[in-house]
Each structure stands twice: as structure tokens, then as C-alpha cells.
């Protein structure tokens, strides 16, 4: 399937002239294959550990590549590009697929070590359970950018250390993503585990004394990283001089906040993203406590704050931070998760029905959506589960800049929907990621029926269908003015997204509003066949016709705009890699 789709690529990208690749700057290769990308491992057995397998909780594996000579293929058509380009051209290399990088192209006597060290820009996403594969990194030492996702806390410290010795220095942009996939599998992964012992073998001094230090580093992004080492962190980072700040499921978080707190300065920074989960907290559990209201804290301590993007249990007070940048504040996304009930151990975190302020104002009052409100976001990203609430409980917004509203579900959430939904069965989270799915559709079930099934729910229609009814059941028709297949996201929308669309666009919801999206717009558009992006309907339509419609290829002013605030759409992702 990969080896077909990049076969496609390459002859797209090389077509039939010559020496087409000379000029290029920049070389991604990436995939957006979800699942079966995620569970993506080496077999140790395979000659070179060149064969992909998903054996993640089922009876038989499967491969990705036929055979081991598939991935060999694939590696071969990459490098068949790769030499095409002019040597030291190259000033980023992203590989996005969630496996090994292969030798040929990053060990030590690979392309890029050897024909482009003048790389400025590396991004990886690799395999967390590969076998053990020699990276060359130190080779780059022009290196301003560096993001790697899925490194290893023994087998690629080395790579990592040797790379930050000749460039630390000068990077202005770092993201290390430390989740071992070992704890993630089958939805295990333990929010309290602690890797602070490679924290501190990443940061310690080299033998010959010299010290890893970030001086120029203003985006930093790091998940799964011990932030323990306090005194060790802040000698290596200048916090003070961040632009932009991720920590992702960080253990030992509120040590760091707790010192930036001590320290009682401002803390001057633009953007900001938090994710962290702590347990429904008990009187005789402070621990837990401590890491909220450090989060909470220390959003109140910063200014000139224009993004926030947070992730965390049910938490009403947060709102009582964010309304303090109101003067700043431009996109804001707060994606709440509720935790597993006691009986369901095990389970995963899912989305929380509704946004926490809810639990503060009634609806109709709801500060955010109040027209006194003093947040003048431009961006708004909240999560929301718009069966559970009924349209004549929409408040009436009035003055609002708000021009992008997303309605944030995961997609794994929203995919089980369409399992339940299609298969008239229940699925859980964890079934849902280990592949346990052995369902079998009983085709006498399903004929004769049509969109007006009683056992539809009405929350996600299974299969994309021509334009029509997106609140109702009804057979869909396909409309004069907008095909399906034009547009960019051609999906069923939720039942309850048309009347919900129908306030947003009218004039007593947002009065600004361009867009409203609906889904999971991380990794890439991993969960793309169950997003949905709508517009305003500014042609005349007659009365009683809806406001909105689907956003086409062809509204390319409106792309832009979902081009500029995509960033914000993708944070906060619920899936850990």
C-alpha cells in the first residue's frame, strides 16, 4: 500500500525531465495512515529489520510490507530521489512516517550524512519499538531546527547527545517526544512514569567537561520528558527568552512551574500548550492537587499571552486564568477529558461532554459566549459533544471577533461512533486501538434501510454521501450548488452539528464567524474521512434554507484561513503519537 502510494509520488514528483530535483530545498516524505501507522514494529527476525508488521493485538500479524523486499523497495525509491538532489542543497529532511529511518539514508554512511550536512532542519517521526538502529545526527552541524518524535530513552541517546554537542548551541527550535511505544500499546500508558534518569544522562556534562546548553532556543515542545532536574534544566534552557512553550504529559511538570512561580517574575511568552491529566482528586490527595493549581498559577503569571492551548481533566477554575489575558489573548483551545469510571480500568481518557464553564454559569449566561465578554478570540477550539445540548439552550453571543470555531471530538471517539453506529454493536476505546474487531455485518441487517434506521442515533452517519440534510436522517440529495466530491472534507456531518451550524452563522451567534470545523485535525489529518468544514452562505438562499454549507476547493481564500490557523486545529492531540 505505502510502496503504491509513494511509487505515485515519485513519478509525480520526478515526471519525465531530467535533473528536476537540483533546485530542491526542502524533502518530506510522510503518511497519514492511522492505525496501522501507529502499530507499526520491526521484526527482529527479518533480514536487516527492513519488515514492517502490525502485530498489536491480533491473532495473526499482518504486514505492512508483503515482504521484507517491500520496505527495501520503498527505502530504494526514497533514495532514488533523494540522489537527484544536488549535494549540500538540502535545508530540511522530514520523515513522518512513524517507522525506522532506514541506514542508507541516516546511519552513519548514509545519503544525508554524507551528501547534505548542511541540513538546517531535521523532523522525525520513527518507531518507538524499532530494533536497534545507529543514527548519524552529529554530521549536521548547521542544525537550527530539530523535532523527533518516538526517540528512545537508551538505544538513540547517544544519536541525541552527539547531535546536541555540535548544536545545542545554535538551535532556536527543539521538540523531543519521549513515548516509548512499549507504554502505549493497548491503551497502557502510564501518565505517571518517569524517565528522569534520561533526563539527566541527556543533560549531564561530557566527558571533556563540555555542557549541553540551549541558549537560542525559543520554541521548545517536549512530551514525556522528567522535568525534575530543575536546576539542570534551567541552566540548560534560557526560559526567559521562550516564544513558545509545550509540555505533553511531562512527569514532575509542577516542579518546573513550581520554581517559575518561586521565582515571582512575570513570564513574558507567546504561546503556550499544556497537556497533563491528574486523577479526580480526593481531600486526602493533595499530590494531584498541587499540579493543577501549579498549571493555573503559572498561566496567570504570564503575559502578552496570544495562544493557549490546554488539555486536562474537568477544570472550571481554569477559566478564571484565561480571562486574565483578555487584552491578549487571540486562539484559544481548551480540550477537557474525563477519566475512566472506576469500573472501566483500564479504559482510556475520553472527551468530557461539554466545556467546564458550564459548571460555573448557566449556559445562557456562559461568560465566553456572553456579549459583555472581553476575550476578543479569534480562534476558539473547545470540546464539545453537541448531541447532549439542545438548541433553544443556545445563548445569544452578540459582539464576537471570533472568525474559526472548532468542535473539538477525538478521533478515536468519533470513529468508535461510527463502529457502534454501523455495526450495532459497543465497542470500548481499548478495543478500538488493540484491533479486536472481529465484526462480521449481517447483510440482512442492513437491507432495505436507509438514513431513517431507529437504531441510528444519528451521531455519525458510517458512510460519506452526497450533500444534503446534515441534521436530519433523511436520504441525502445532491444540491445545485455544491457536489460532494468538490468539496474538502466529504463527510456526514453529525445530526447535531446542522442546527448548532445554524446558530453559529446566524446573528445571534458569532457575527464574524468564516469557518466552523468539526473532528480531530492532529497528526496530520490522520481522522480527515471524519472532519467536516463549513462556511457561511453568504448567496442569497431563500427562506428557511440553511445558513452554511461545506467549504469547496474552490474557496481558496477560505483554505488560507484554514491553512493559517491549522496550528491550532492540530493541538492538543488526543492520540499519544
Avoid at 18 to 24: D, G, M, V, Y
Wanted: with cysteine; hydrophobic share 35%.
Amino acid at each position: 500500500m505505502l510502496d503504491k502510494l509513494y511509487t505515485e509520488l515519485l513519478l509525480t514528483i520526478i515526471s519525465e525531465r531530467t535533473r528536476a530535483l537540483q533546485h530542491t530545498k526542502d524533502v518530506r516524505i510522510s503518511s497519514n495512515l492511522g492505525y496501522y501507522l501507529e502499530n507499526i514494529s520491526i521484526d527482529p527476525s527479518a533480514p536487516g529489520n527492513d519488515e514492517l508488521e502490525i502485530n498489536d493485538g491480533l491473532d495473526e500479524p499482518i504486514s505492512f510490507f508483503p515482504t521484507v523486499h517491500g520496505f527495501r523497495r520503498f527505502k530504494d525509491k526514497v533514495l532514488s530521489v533523494l540522489h537527484q538532489c544536488k549535494e549540500g542543497n538540502l535545508g530540511s529532511f522530514t520523515w513522518e512516517l512513524g517507522s525506522c529511518v532506514p541506514q542508507d539514508i541516516l546511519g552513519s554512511n548514509g545519503y544525508l550524512p554524507l551528501k547534505q550536512k548542511n541540513l538546517t532542519s531535521i523532523r522525525l517521526i520513527t518507531d518507538a519499538s524499532c530494533a536497534p538502529m545507529n543514527y548519524s545526527l552529529s554530521p549536521f552541524t548547521r542544525l537550527t531546527s530539530l523535532s523527533w518524535h518516538g526517540v528512545r530513552e537508551r538505544e538513540d541517546l547517544t544519536a541525541l547527545r552527539e547531535c546536541l554537542r555540535v548544536c545545542s548551541h545554535q538551535l532556536v527550535h527543539l521538540d523531543l517526544d519521549f513515548l516509548p511505544r512499549d507504554k502505549i500499546r493497548d491503551g497502557e500508558f502510564d501518565f505517571k512514569s518517569n524517565n528522569s534518569s534520561f533526563t539527566y544522562e541527556l543533560l549531564k556534562p561530557f566527558p571533556d567537561h563540555h555542557r549541553v546548553s540551549f541558549p537560542k532556543v525559543r520554541e521548545l515542545s517536549l512530551a514525556n520528558v522528567s522535568l525534575l532536574y530543575t536546576e539542570e534544566l534551567t541552566e540548560a534552557f534560557k526560559f526567559s527568552s521562550m516564544r513558545s512553550l509545550t509540555f505533553r504529559y511531562c512527569p514532575d511538570l509542577e516542579e518546573l512551574l513550581e520554581y517559575f512561580l518561586f521565582l515571582d517574575e512575570p513570564f513574558y511568552i507567546d504561546r503556550l500548550e499544556i497537556q497533563a491529566w491528574a486523577e479526580i482528586t480526593f481531600e486526602d490527595n493533595p499530590e494531584e492537587t498541587d499540579l493543577g493549581t501549579a498549571i493555573l498559577n503559572f498561566i496567570g503569571m504570564t503575559r502578552d499571552l496570544k495562544e493557549l492551548f490546554l488539555s486536562t481533566s474537568r477544570c472550571p477554575e481554569a477559566w478564571i486564568a484565561i480571562f486574565h489575558h483578555s487584552h491578549t489573548l487571540r486562539n484559544l483551545v481548551f480540550h477537557e477529558r474525563a477519566g475512566p469510571e472506576p469500573w472501566e480500568l483500564g479504559e482510556l481518557l475520553r472527551d468530557a461532554p461539554g466545556p467546564s464553564i458550564m459548571d460555573i454559569w448557566a449556559w445562557e449566561n456562559c461568560a465566553i459566549f456572553n456579549a459583555d465578554n472581553k476575550l476578543r478570540l479569534e480562534f476558539l477550539g473547545l470540546c464539545c459533544k453537541l448531541e447532549d445540548f439542545s438548541p433553544k439552550f443556545y445563548p445569544e453571543i452578540g459582539d464576537s471577533r471570533v472568525k474559526v470555531l472548532h468542535v473539538r471530538q477525538s478521533g478515536l471517539e468519533i470513529q468508535l461512533k461510527l463502529e457502534n453506529d454501523y455495526y450495532r454493536k459497543s465497542y470500548t476505546l481499548t478495543d478500538l486501538l488493540r484491533g479486536k474487531r472481529k465484526i462480521r455485518v449481517r447483510e440482512e441487517e442492513d437491507k432495505g434501510k436507509d438514513g431513517n434506521d431507529e437504531s441510528n442515533d444519528g451521531n455519525i452517519i458510517p458512510q460519506p454521501v452526497c450533500s444534503g440534510n446534515d441534521h436530519d436522517t433523511t436520504k441525502p440529495s445532491r444540491s445545485n450548488d455544491e457536489a460532494t466530491d468538490n468539496r474538502v472534507f466529504p463527510n456526514r456531518a453529525l445530526r447535531a452539528l446542522g442546527p448548532f451550524a445554524t446558530w453559529a452563522f446566524s446573528r445571534a451567534g458569532f457575527r464574524e464567524l468564516e469557518l466552523l470545523t468539526f473532528g480531530d485535525f492532529s497528526h496530520n489529518g490522520r481522522y480527515s474521512k471524519q472532519n467536516i468544514l463549513l462556511c457561511r452562505q453568504k448567496e442569497p438562499h431563500p427562506p428557511g434554507s440553511k445558513n452554511h454549507r461545506h467549504v469547496t476547493k474552490d474557496d481558496t481564500t477560505l483554505l488560507d484561513l484554514f491553512q493559517q490557523y491549522s496550528h491550532a486545529l492540530g493541538a492538543c492531540p488526543s492520540d499519544l503519537f
